[in-house]
């Protein structure tokens, strides 16, 4: 069905298709209309699932926690703060290996107080062993959502899918929405490794050895390189069943013959995208690598961009160093050109990228630059 | 062809509403469009800019709207507080709950009278969001009857019939208006 | 007495010689379908050294002030399921400080748990240090002068929650605490047992002397044995000392801990009139909550 | 199963602290004259390694009794003893 | 009437009309030497949009949970220093809800400091969702059918945490309240204030009835008034209300909110059991602190 | 005076030394011992500070912002799940820009539960804009705890010192203790930009325009990078008053001709020394950049380093991708060897750099290992 | 002051949201006739923006007076009457 | 030169402290030391491993000590649990609370009967640790003065008094001993 949803209605309706059993979460703008969402569907018994209302983030993922350890397929969503009051939980399940999909609408960390986007928040996550993943629309994000259930279950690690603050959690956009015995066809049932069930006398977590912490780190470690696979998988059956394929980790634009490429993830994609278009049609060869997956890294995709200039917009900056992404690229091929723009919501459009791609191009960026530049100084 | 739409409202007016049900009239016409809610905390009578992208293709950007092809203004009071003019893009067209215009190419509307009229009104206000989208699909070039379907499935029973009644209303009425003319 | 033959908690576990959580614990054993919820905490080491572990039950080891939510969820997904289960969540006081949030939040929600706090009046596992629960004048590592604080009453704000059934217990008196156990998996909804731990290396007393210990908190009044499941009613254990007479002299019970070394008679009578109060609070509730 | 599994999940097992037996200095000692047979012992021993057979005989399980001395307060009977270990 | 004719909360804030939280803000007025600490919450917004602030005294906003421990240091800090400061925490009952550990952690020590929590039963600044306090079947967007659990009870909670000072206040009643702030100002130690705060959006009426609404809370007996000081006092708007018959029918209260919208006459049997029980326990708080 | 302490109780030391006015901290293994002691010091008037008890790391923080911005100097400790339990603190503080100084004893984090060290938890804190240091030995541990009030107090960040679990934490060493008198001709009284105190009707934190969020953080930006100056003025100083100086941000050792260098941080650098000596002995040109400030990270130091052999030996591994450190210093020189050992407290002897060391200079170490192979695989 | 720390302080002032008098659809008049000066308007407006001069004159300020109504609602003299804002 | 001390000992019997008390005395001998605790949660009962280092030149490793040169048993029944050639240096020293030695090179003390002798018994047991640190400072060439200062500086009083009293029998008593020759 063709229809129009916000970011958040979308997540919510895909978590109701994913036939979620456990749904726990705490209210944080501009998460929360996820959650009430969900709350509706159930108190209307559209979804059979247990809501819990807890009373924080750091419960509303235990809840989760417990609910997917005893094999349940279960949900939540936060942002920002909420990211940061639950982060002890988010190490936790990862290192439990627990399958199960939280959405996280990025905002800016405080103070000031700021409700606004930026990916602070969301790369937080990007030592854990969750797999991160960043939507660039509402369609992206609906359909992040049910595939990050099936790789998450596939591979025993918990799934996160980004989504921009208000630019896509409450911006209303247009969204094909499967109806769900196509989404049944699709997702399988529930499936993990190990359960918690009355009777089966195991123990989960006890103190032992340092080298099976170690061993266990690295079985990680390799679960989320296998995730690489999975995700290709997932991204091209999903493609066949339902008509949209993204490309797996990375998606590319306009690649072919680019000697500019930009590297960037998120709702900004768009009005890069379209600014790229205009100084395509300008003659300027340029292009876009959008990281659809920060976690795993795509480093084998990034390594393909060697010998082109490369430009990385951040919206994440660490601090003492550089940007994040712009980091991270830099490990893989190098000097990189690294802007930071966008902090704290700051609204980035078509033109501003328009006019900073022309400045990259003229070589008139620094290596790391704040964007625009008249405003920090 | 991408036209973009800003929607200046009080708190509590519905102008995020306008646009969301203008959005999927224009859906409903096989369009794409996209409605974005003003990004933050609103607070019941405090000013509130909504957006609304139409267009023939895929809308990919999210960025808001700094200068409108279209710009709504709900209540004439919002004249006082802001310049207009720093929200229209040069030659766009305004569309206003009020009696004057106020540039070349504006659109009038006795919004709240037509709410008031229908006792669409809620803590003292007038419900105005559907009588503008009305308004407003006549320069957006959106039939009414995709408006009406819109506002049907937004609202239901009595309250749809109601809307759908203030938004054909608006529809009608609306007119060019000159600034400083009378509508 | 009929007390379980068995324990959930096997033999030769990492449990110091004479350890009230051990003692607990085995009264658990009287539930069925258990699930053990363990936030961080003495029972954590208990719980064994991997690959080996020490209970006979499914236990999950959980971050420390998640155990309630983390239940919550479990007994979520049970219900969602049909399965049946006891979750039970054990947690030090310590847990209880950190996670009370949680706990509060849970009961609010009436979630369908138990939940026992195993209270040994301060933070055991980290090394003795005071905790919520400590009691006025202890000295632990991080009060080497004597607690300034009075211990938290866990059991009468939980009884503020209304949920349906709370109740104070100690290891000194098994056959209560499992009577009480039992009651407890005769009720859905949130249970909340305060469970008095006297700890042998934490209060410095030798590991023989644990139930003795327990029971002179009891026999001295500074710990009383209550239940409330929609009736409040002071245990039997627990009711001849409704009489004060009839009391262990209080020095008895604090002499035998080298936590109160050193305190004066002073600070006794303070704890006296800490204890009237606390038999004035429960005697009144028993009167509201006939 | 996967070995990270082994490595999460431990079983249920005696002796996850190994001989506990060993951590004693005291050793409680059952005298069967003296017992009435009451089980208090068996029901306070934090380790649960008091068994009764034939509702009869106290039987302690030294491979894991830590010494703890708890059987021997509680004993209505004085029918436990703490003797010292030899070394 | 001896009501501040200032307020510390200046005119043209973003406070919706009618906002609850303003009236109790004004109220605050009457303390000294005032530190106010706002963790997230409607309070955000009403203290301004940068680089204006709306508010006479300084004001630190902080985490959601953080409050009373942030308090609590300020306070320490300001002891160290011998500064004179009343630091207060002014926090909503979502604040309390995640920050109730925190808030029962200072609880026991005994900080030194106010806490008011202005409870308009749901998390309002994120667009009225469930809360602990938030009243049994009550429709939020995370209950769309009514709240299925009680409203907590804060202030009964508080009050089982030995502190030297709890009380309930309205902003129906400004005079009561600023008669406990008062009292509250000569006292040393953890003071606890739980506010009844009509919401106009929140609780779905109009902006003019928040004082109307907040009293009928109080006549109707829903929302009783009492001050715990050493002594418990039912405070004396609620007096004449003790006489059940003097009471407006609760009706009267339910019927003039949004929220409540398609109760029914069991549901409403219902609360007035609730409500009765309410009266019981604080009734016999008043006996037993006499 | 010369003495032996353990890391926890030399911290403990430093922080009276330093004249701390309030104290408030949360136990747990391994940090316990430091509060423990400051505990003591307070009880019996050895130091006048008032030392808060908390619930919870959350608060413990929390407390000590509060203490802090209202101009008192200010300490906490912690450890991993504590960290990462007040981990919306950590954020809140280094952005309200409140100077303060906080211990992090380095400890895995679980499950399984694991008390021993590796650095995973630390670095969590690397985008936050909090300065991070991380000591070899007691002495050093001691040493950057005073340093760390006067560099915090400088450019308007909070403080973190890291030091290892048991290694460092609980290991009993030489440690030079100055006496009161010195330190306080060293460190002068506190200071910061601004105070929270009652009759200033200021507010902290308000909601404002996106753009002055932005606006404070390249403005943090700015002054973490300000801190390597100071750092460096820091280290010279108090080697002059102490005798004891260090290099700054990196501490070169044998670096002279060295055409292998290894670049680590933490207590195990002792033994990685130890090792080099031996193989500098058999004439293998090594030597070792030992990372003594991970934020601000020291990109020209590494940046020296471009053309040689560079191996990174890391303690934390970022999940889907490579080591933490490793990925930084590559993002500077390009490809690098990265080892990751001693994770989750694994025991790395002088044996084990000897042995790892060779590997590395014979070219048989893959791009990125786990040490030792044997063990995964 | 750094330009850092005016961007993290803000200070007090009014008007923080800006002429809130405009959000008003009703506005609140006084009626000096009916009123007996009890103050109740004053103490009870949120906005606090009553004040009274020379003891007798009640005065609203409409710059940000936000028409809540409160102030009619509880004064006991019906002195202050709701009254329909012009556009 | 580099001396690598691993003691053994059941938690509770003071195992680090031993080498606490090692160690202040060698660092006021003017050497460098370090003292290292079982990396890890010691219960009540439990074997514990403490670590000892003692070098003329400054100390910079960290990793705990797998074999010894100098291998200290604080109870006999330990050698039922552990195969003492894991940890020590093939030619090692071994130090025993025990009658009998176990190794070529063995020192023996009866470190329990000495702690009994003085009283020094905590919870059934006897308090091994300074008896122990006086007959290890023995092979480690420690002075007792030494030893007695450190154990001065650790403990205070009475308590001071007598184990500095133990440590120094200790001293004096320990003696080479065979495997399975009598003290
Ligand atoms: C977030 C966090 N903070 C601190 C700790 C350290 N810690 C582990 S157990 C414990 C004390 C437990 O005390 P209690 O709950 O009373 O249990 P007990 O050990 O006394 O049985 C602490 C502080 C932790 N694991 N997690
Ligand atoms: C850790 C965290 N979780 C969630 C939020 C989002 N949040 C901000 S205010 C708020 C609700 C506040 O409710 P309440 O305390 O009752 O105050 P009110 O808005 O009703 O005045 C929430 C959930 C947050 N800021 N931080
Ligand atoms: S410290 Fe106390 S509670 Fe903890 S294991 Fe030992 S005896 Fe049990
Ligand atoms: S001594 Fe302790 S462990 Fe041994 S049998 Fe008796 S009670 Fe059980
Ligand atoms: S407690 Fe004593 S009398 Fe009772 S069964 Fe045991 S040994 Fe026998
Ligand atoms: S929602 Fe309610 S509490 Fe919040 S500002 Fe508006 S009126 Fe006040
Ligand atoms: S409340 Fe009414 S009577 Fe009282 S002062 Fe105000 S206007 Fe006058
Ligand atoms: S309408 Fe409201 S804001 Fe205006 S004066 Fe009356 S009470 Fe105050
Ligand atoms: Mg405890
Ligand atoms: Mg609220």
Known sequence: ?377 | MLTEVMILSFGGQGGVTAARILALAAVNEGMFAQAIPQFGAERRGSLVRSYLRLSDQPIRRHSSIKKADVLAIFAEKILKIVEVREFLRDGGITVLNAKHGIAEKSYCVDAAGIALSLNLVAAGWPIVNTAMAGAMAKPLEISIESVINAINSTFSGELARINARAAEIAYREVKKCQAGSST | MSLPMESILLPGNPACQGCPHALGLRALSVLENVVLVVPAGCTTIISGVHPKASFSVPVLHVPFASAVAVASGLAAAYKQEGVEANVVVWMGDGAADIGFATISGAAVRNEDIIVVVSDNEAYMNTGIQSSGTTFWKAKTTTSPGGKSEEKKDLAGIMLMHRIPYVATASVGYLQDFVNKLRRVSEIRGFRFIHLHSPCPPGWRFDSSKTVEIARLAVKSGAWILWEYDGRFRISSPSKPYKDETKRVPLEEYIKTQGRFRGLSGEDIEEIKKKVEEQWKFVLTMEKTFK | MSSWLEHLIAKSSEGSAGKTGLWRTFKPVHNVEKCNRCLLCLYYCPENVIKVYHHRFIIINYEYCKGCGICAEICPQDAIEMVEEEE
């Open chain 1, 1 to 377: 069905m063709r229809t129009l949803l916000t970011g958040n209605y979308a997540v919510a309706e895909a978590v109701k298709l994913s036939r979620a059993k456990v749904i726990a979460a705490y209210p944080i703008t501009p998460q929360t209309t996820i959650v009430e969402k969900l709350a509706e569907m159930v108190e209307k018994g559209e979804l059979d699932a247990e809501f819990i209302r807890v009373e924080s983030e750091h419960s509303a993922l235990a809840a989760v926690y417990g609910a997917a350890i005893a094999g349940r397929r279960a949900f939540t969503a936060t942002s920002s703060h909420g990211l940061l009051y639950m982060y002890e939980m988010v190490w936790w399940v990862a290192n439990a290996r627990v399958p199960l999909v939280m959405a996280m609408v990025t905002r800016t960390i405080g103070p000031p107080w700021n409700i606004h986007t930026d990916h602070t928040d969301l790369l937080t996550m990007r030592d854990s062993g969750w797999i991160i993943s960043m939507a660039e629309n509402v369609q992206e994000a609906f359909d992040l959502t049910i595939q990050g259930f099936r790789i998450s279950e596939e591979v025993d690690l918990p799934f996160t899918v980004g989504l921009d603050a208000f630019q896509l959690s409450h911006t209303a956009e247009v969204v094909e929405v499967p109806d769900q015995q196509e989404v049944d066809e699709w997702l399988p049932e529930r499936r993990q490794s190990y359960k918690v069930l009355p009777g089966n006398a195991v123990t989960i977590g006890n103190i032992g050895p340092n080298e099976y912490t170690a061993k266990l780190r690295y079985a990680m470690a390799k679960a989320i390189e296998d995730s690489r696979k999975v995700i290709e998988k997932a991204d091209n059956s999903f493609g066949e069943k339902f008509g949209r394929k993204y490309g797996g980790l990375v998606e590319e634009y306009r690649l072919e013959g680019a000697e500019y490429v930009v590297v960037m993830a998120g709702a900004w994609c768009g009005d890069a995208k379209d600014a790229i278009d205009r100084l395509r049609d300008e003659g300027l060869p340029i292009g876009m690598m959008k990281i659809r997956y920060f976690r795993p890294f795509p480093k084998e995709e990034i390594k393909r961009l060697e010998g082109k200039e490369v430009l990385v917009v951040d919206r994440a900056f660490s601090m003492g160093y550089m940007g994040i992404f712009g980091m991270e690229v830099s490990s893989v091929i190098g000097d990189v050109t690294n802007v930071i723009a966008g902090i704290g919501g700051v609204d980035v459009g078509v033109e501003d990228f328009e006019a900073m791609f022309r400045k990259f191009a003229s070589r008139k960026l620094q290596r790391l630059e704040w964007w625009p530049r008249e405003v920090f100084s």
